[in-house]
């Protein structure tokens, strides 16, 4: 797993710069994934919207194949739930201690909406569980994208 660090504007968004896009566009190239877990491009979060360009944008331009592996936020708008990977009480646990690492999002949450980062996220998860009817009391969601030589291949449920 890697994290990039990107040129940001004054609210922390990743900047759409030369330097940013020929930043990811190289790590792509070395790397040359064949999966790609980012945030969903139909999001209000401006940073969630910027990362899935970058990474969509040089995916169409450079002609890979990779599969988009596109997260559900309690900010996505407008997803289509391909892939969902239920998990149990051990694993939520896991995972809040992970989620509170990120503490900028942690304190940010604590202040402005008096929960933390990961009591959202799991809320978010406990719900996409109970939505889909699963045993499991949590379920992270994905939809694919699916790119061959750099074009999105269409979803059967699109066509």
Known sequence: MRFLTLD???RGHPVQETKNIAAVSAFLGRVRPNIIVLPHGHDTNVAHQRTYEFVAGIVARERQSVVLL???DPKTTDIRRDLVMPYGDADA???ARLLRLHASQHE???RA???GFDERILAMNRTCA???GLREPYAEAFE???YEDGVLVPHAAQE
Do not use: F, Q, S
Request: charged share 30%; aromatic share 4%.
């Open 93 to 95: 646990a896991w995972k």
């Open 108 to 110: 940010r949450n604590l």
């Open 144 to 146: 694919l994208a699916c």
């Open 70 to 72: 596109l997260n559900e």
């Open 113 to 115: 909406r008096g929960i």
């Open 130 to 132: 109970g939505t889909l």
């Open 8 to 10: 940001e504007d004054a």
